[in-house]
């Protein structure tokens, strides 16, 4: 499963060189004399192509090894169930920040991620969402003094 | 040295005048407050406060704004450490094992170890800074661009693999952020580059918008996979004997202490975001000289001493080049540049002669402002520590809030947003998969400078990479990279010919 996991990553990183390189290509390249803007993305470019080449090589050639622990996290089972709705309305909401201005938008966002990890009573989540939009709006627009967008309510 | 202790007890007279007390105090609580809040860095807070300082005589001015910067690095590790944030871009490293402390229920000894450790490191910085800085600000002018982009190579060689994961993977991850480093205009001659026609990629990406991506973000994502019952839980209520270090783990953290704050104070010499290097190379260092290297990454409290103390003894040092030779090496003191020109005070070599109370004022200064600093933080360690008993399906939806708008504030733009969630997409799949941001983050932030000066190096010796090896520091530099990559190879070869003799 790791030694899957490790030779798609490869792959993705040797196609993320080889875009680098090609693009870089598109660029005046110059030489090392007087070098042009493509010449160094195209350098490293290459190089991300070579080192993922042997990325590549070292795990088809390597034993399977136990699944690397993460470095600073702590191995956790997952759910993926509330992390698509999580990320959507993260999504959703900023792609609407301008327009419902930040104090409704943070009490949306607020409602809705609050709900989406449980928080189900509407008491509590209206509350806490509430509290939230009006403190973190009070903080930065009226103490710190900064512009944040207004919306269609004008606030 | 008598001569320097005179001028610097002439400056604590000045700095201790009721007028620069509260302005050092207001300084620093700004400071703080700007460190802690993800998107607002030094450079912002002092270039907001400007304006509120002209109508004081300089010597106030300088406090109030240089409290700005070191205490911004203060503020820094606390949403670092409680979640997972990095509230400045030198306080990411902070998070490795600051924040797994937290999740032990040992938050309250790692805010207070940071306010000790940046309190000493302060205090080390400021003598090494009246006795040190005219003869070390000149050697720093020794590194041409040869020079620096061989001790950037080396440096990246080296802190790429600062948690001791796979170098490969580490190296990996570092070219991608090289690669991402260069998109916008190109540092020398001002073309576009990977913006596909958008005026927002003109720009680049913005490095907060990575870091609190990849660090706060990627977090979060992991958190919210978790199986119900645990968002339904805190993360390990603090007792009262672990809200402050214990003896012991001031025995632990007093040589990581020491250290961070020499390599601090020598890296802030160097051009460049010294504070992050400084922060990276302590790290590194005392995952090397510890006797139990395996605690680090799960909460070892010399990898938020030692990184802490380099970060603000770095910030201390970075005043040298800037009052001795009048060359800003960090963008916060290029801002502090313009604030002293602004006053009417030109840094330089005949600072000293012709402003002197202004200088020794600026350096007593600094000592009030880390004491004060040490008071200001230390109290409300359990207050900061408390926040986690916040049950996770409440907190998070906060730290994401939080993220958005800390990461709006930086430049008013929709698209860092939009970056920092594409980054903590990145950031969750990363962690998945067991790749670091650490290299990914050091690199965007050395990148541009590292081409420059690769560029500049070749340009001044008509394309010949001889430069890199006849100029003797690049050399020095060079041969330790070969050596720092070859010696895991010699190792393996030296046992195996052990073994079968």
């Known amino acids: 499963m790791m030694k899957r996991d490790n030779l798609i990553d490869g792959l993705v990183l040797f196609l993320f060189g080889l875009l680098t390189s090609v693009f870089s290509l598109k660029m005046p390249v110059g030489n090392f004399r007087a070098a042009g803007s493509g010449l160094f993305p195209l350098c490293l470019g290459l190089l991300l192509m070579g080192l993922s080449l042997l990325f590549i090589l070292i795990t088809l050639g390597g034993k399977t090894k136990p699944a690397e622990t993460p470095v600073g996290t702590v191995e956790k089972s997952e759910s993926s169930g509330r992390i698509l709705p999580f990320l959507g309305l993260l999504v959703l909401i900023t792609q609407f920040f301008n327009t419902l201005g930040y104090p409704l938008a943070s009490f949306l966002l607020m409602v809705g991620l609050l709900w989406i990890l449980g928080t189900r009573q509407w008491i509590v989540n209206l509350l806490l969402s509430l509290v939230t939009a009006i403190g973190s709006y009070f903080l930065f627009v009226h103490w710190l003094k900064i512009p944040l967008p207004k919306g269609f309510l004008g606030l | ?501």
């Open chain 2, 1 to 501: 040295m008598l001569e320097s202790l005179q001028h610097l007890a002439a400056g604590f007279g000045i700095a201790t005048t009721a007028q620069n007390l509260f302005y050092c105090l207001m300084g620093a609580i700004v400071g703080t407050l700007v460190g802690v809040l993800p998107g607002l860095g030094p450079i912002a807070g002092i270039a907001l406060l400007i304006p509120v300082t002209f109508g004081l005589n300089p010597t106030s001015a300088v406090i109030m704004l240089s409290g700005i910067y070191y205490g911004a690095m203060y503020g820094g590790s606390t949403t670092s450490i409680l979640l997972n944030v990095p509230g400045e871009t030198a306080s990411c490293i902070t998070c490795i094992d600051g924040y797994q402390m937290a999740q032990r229920g040992k938050a309250g000894k790692a805010l207070a170890i940071c306010a000790i450790g940046s309190f000493m490191a302060g205090t080390i910085g400021i003598f090494g800074l009246v006795f040190l800085a005219p003869p070390l600000a000149e050697a720093a002018l020794a590194f041409g661009p040869a020079e620096y982009f061989s001790l950037m190579v080396f440096g990246f060689i080296v802190l790429s693999n600062v948690t001791g994961g796979s170098l490969l993977k580490s190296l990996l991850m570092a070219v991608v952020g090289l690669i991402i480093g260069t998109i916008g205009l190109d540092p020398v001659s001002g073309e576009a580059r990977f913006s596909f026609d958008s005026t927002a990629l003109l720009g680049g990406i913005e490095f907060v918008a990575v870091a609190i991506g990849l660090f706060g973000i990627g977090e979060v994502l992991t958190n919210v996979g978790q199986p119900a019952d645990l968002l339904e839980s805190t993360v390990t209520i603090p007792r009262l004997k672990d809200l402050f270090p214990s003896w012991e783990d001031l025995k632990k953290s007093f040589g990581a202490i020491l250290r961070g704050a020499g390599l601090g104070f020598g890296i802030g010499l160097v051009p460049g975001p010294a504070p992050v290097l400084a922060t990276y190379a302590s790290y590194m260092v005392e995952r090397k000289v510890s006797d139990h290297p395996e605690e680090f990454g799960k909460g070892a409290i010399e990898g938020v001493a030692g990184p802490e103390s380099a970060n603000n003894a770095a910030c201390q040092s970075a005043f040298i080049p800037l009052f001795a030779l009048g060359i800003p090496f960090a963008p916060p003191t290029a801002i502090l540049l313009g604030a002293l020109l602004i006053h009417g005070v030109t840094p330089g070599p005949m600072m000293i002669s012709e402003h002197p109370a202004l200088f020794w004022g600026v350096i007593a200064s600094m000592y009030i402002g880390n004491f004060i600093l040490l008071l200001l933080n230390l109290p409300f360690v359990p207050f900061f520590a408390n926040i986690l008993r916040i049950p996770k399906k409440i907190l998070l939806p906060l730290i994401m809030l939080f993220c958005l708008t800390g990461m709006y504030t930086v430049n008013n733009s929709m698209f860092d947003i939009w970056m920092m969630i594409l980054f903590g997409a990145i950031g969750f799949l990363m962690r998945k998969r067991a790749y670091e941001a650490a290299p990914l983050l050091l690199a965007l932030v050395l990148g541009p400078k590292l081409e420059v000066a690769f560029r500049q190096a070749l340009m001044i010796s008509h394309g010949s990479f001889s430069v890199f090896f006849q100029r003797p520091i690049s050399l020095v530099f060079i041969l330790a990279t070969f050596i720092f990559l070859l010696y895991p190879i010699l190792r393996i070869g030296i046992r195996r010919i052990r073994g079968r003799n």
